[in-house]
């Protein structure tokens, strides 16, 4: 029996030749032979050319040595001006000493104030009548005078106090002020003498004692005013001689005797 010896296929080619239509016939052209040491060349230049193409991922950039040493001053410079405006704007809470001294100087605010308000609002006819010059002695130490009749009981003469008060203050070292309450039966001559219908009634003397006018009721504080800087200069009459404002009768009086004769009351 004959033996058949085995073919062997490794050196046949892996694919058929193509054939392509030439001008003379059909042409054979030559296969490409890819090897695998050539595939894998052909991968690394693809992945390269892949790399070279993708865009690179930013990365944040890193601080440079400048910006470093530029924090630790930025940083200072911070607290310096924090505690700038700690020492500005900022007071320290007070102590106790300093508590006191607080106290004690708004006390004495407080007793000031108080004070003051009871010498400008607080004027009653009463402090005027204490404070007045005695009739009899106004008549006697050659000063000009100014005359008052009056009575607690009327509502203009205790609205007036304050303003004759503030006149007072300012003249009664070169003026006389008296006060003569018409409710006191011993100044009958004088309410005859002077005209007194209606309170308050103001009657205004020279040095020798003759009146130079006279005005009753309310009046503005300027009048009052411009009649006893009249008085005190010595001028030969007054602005304000003859005026008459709102007023109390006088024959409303409430009459009473007093022990001493001559007293305000």
């Known amino acids: 029996m004959a033996h058949i010896a085995p073919t062997n296929f490794s050196n046949l080619p892996t694919t058929l030749p193509e054939l392509r239509p030439g001008r003379l016939g059909l042409a054979r052209v030559k296969p490409a032979r890819f090897g695998l040491a050539h595939l894998q060349q052909r991968r690394l230049q693809a992945s390269h050319l892949r790399a070279t193409t993708e865009p690179l991922e930013s990365q944040p950039a890193s601080p440079t040595t400048d910006e470093q040493s530029a924090k630790p001053d930025l940083v200072e410079d911070k607290k310096e001006e924090s505690s700038a405006n700690q020492e500005a704007g900022f007071v320290e809470f007070p102590n106790k000493d300093m508590n006191r001294r607080i106290a004690l100087a708004s006390s004495f605010g407080a007793v000031g104030l108080f004070f003051s308000s009871r010498l400008d609002f607080g004027v009653s006819l009463k402090d005027l009548a204490a404070n007045a010059v005695p ?36 003249y009664k070292d070169r003026v006389n002020f008296v006060m003569l309450n018409v409710d006191n039966t011993n100044w009958e001559q004088e309410l005859d003498e002077f005209g007194v219908e209606g309170i308050p009634h103001f009657a205004f003397l020279d040095r020798e004692g003759n009146e130079e006018g006279n005005v009753v009721g309310r ?17 030969s009459a007054i602005p304000h001689a003859r005026v008459v404002g709102q007023f109390s009768k006088a024959e409303d009086r409430k009459v009473h005797q007093v022990t001493d004769p001559r007293s305000h009351g």
Do not use: I
């Open 135 to 170: 009739y009899e002695e106004a008549l006697k130490n050659g000063k000009p005078t100014v005359v008052e009749f009056y009575a607690d009981w009327c509502e203009v003469c205790r609205e007036l106090a304050r303003d004759v008060y503030k006149v007072e203050q300012q």
């Open 219 to 235: 009046l503005p504080k300027q009048y009052l005013l411009e009649n006893v800087v009249a008085l005190a200069n010595g001028e």
